[in-house]
């Protein structure tokens, strides 16, 4: 009989779905680069939710975790969001939120407010890539992409909207004018990042990647 005691596996670890591209610089027949795509993973993404019923008390719980006041209130409808503390706050669903922080995930601190009869705290930072876009022709771009309406009166600086191209979801949010961050599923993210490219390259695009 073997002495040897079973051993326990090594946690494997995490593979950006950008780590085999390049970054590039291309301008177009001008030499100008109008858009700048940067690609990079989240060291902070965590989903807190509840259902159907539970939408109050969670409120009120995550006003309290993330400080919320009168004068910066929690996001109230879905697309507005909260520049907190602990990161920005996306209201994303009727009751669904998304926190996107740059250190760790504050997971104990929200659970000792979202407590488990009120709703769940998911750390969802593997899953989430981001894409910051950004340049004169920014909007140009991402019109190829998204049926959005990107004018300021429907698409607000500081809102985030829900939507996708070629039935993959992605979450928008604005920053400025020409400035968006793009929240994506990291399994898909090589697949958008590429198609962003290409919506890009007749207007000059640079890409860079983060870590």
């Known amino acids: ?13 995490l593979r950006s779905p950008f780590a085999s591209i390049q970054p590039h610089r291309r301008a177009d027949r001008q030499g100008q680069v109008q858009v700048q795509l940067h690609a ?14 539970g939408t109050q ?8 975790a993330v400080a919320a006041t009168d004068l910066f209130p929690l996001p109230a409808s ?5 520049q907190s503390a602990l990161g920005l706050l996306m209201r994303t669903g009727p009751n669904e939120f998304l926190l996107i922080g740059e250190n760790t995930p504050p ?28 340049g004169p022709k920014a909007v140009e771009a991402l019109g190829k992409l998204f049926a959005l309406d990107f004018r300021e009166a429907a ?44 919506a890009a390259l007749e207007y000059g695009v640079e890409l860079t990647l983060g870590e």
């Open 155 to 198: 698409f607000a600086i500081g809102h985030v909207k829900l939507t996708g191209h070629h039935h993959v979801p992605c979450s928008i949010y604005r920053a400025e004018q020409q400035s968006f961050d793009l929240y994506l599923f990291s399994t898909y993210a090589r697949g958008q990042l590429e198609s962003l490219q290409d």
């Open 78 to 82: 879905t697309g507005q969001t909260l």
């Open 40 to 53: 990079e993973g989240l060291s902070s993404v965590v989903q807190i939710s509840t259902w159907m019923g």
């Open 107 to 134: 997971l104990d601190l929200l659970r000792q407010h979202v407590t488990p009869e009120i709703g769940a705290v998911l750390d969802l930072s593997h899953a989430r890539c981001r894409v910051h876009v950004k």
């Open 57 to 64: 008390a969670l409120c009120a719980a995550l006003a309290e």
């Open 1 to 13: 009989m073997s002495d040897s005691k079973p051993t326990t596996p090594a946690a494997t670890a």
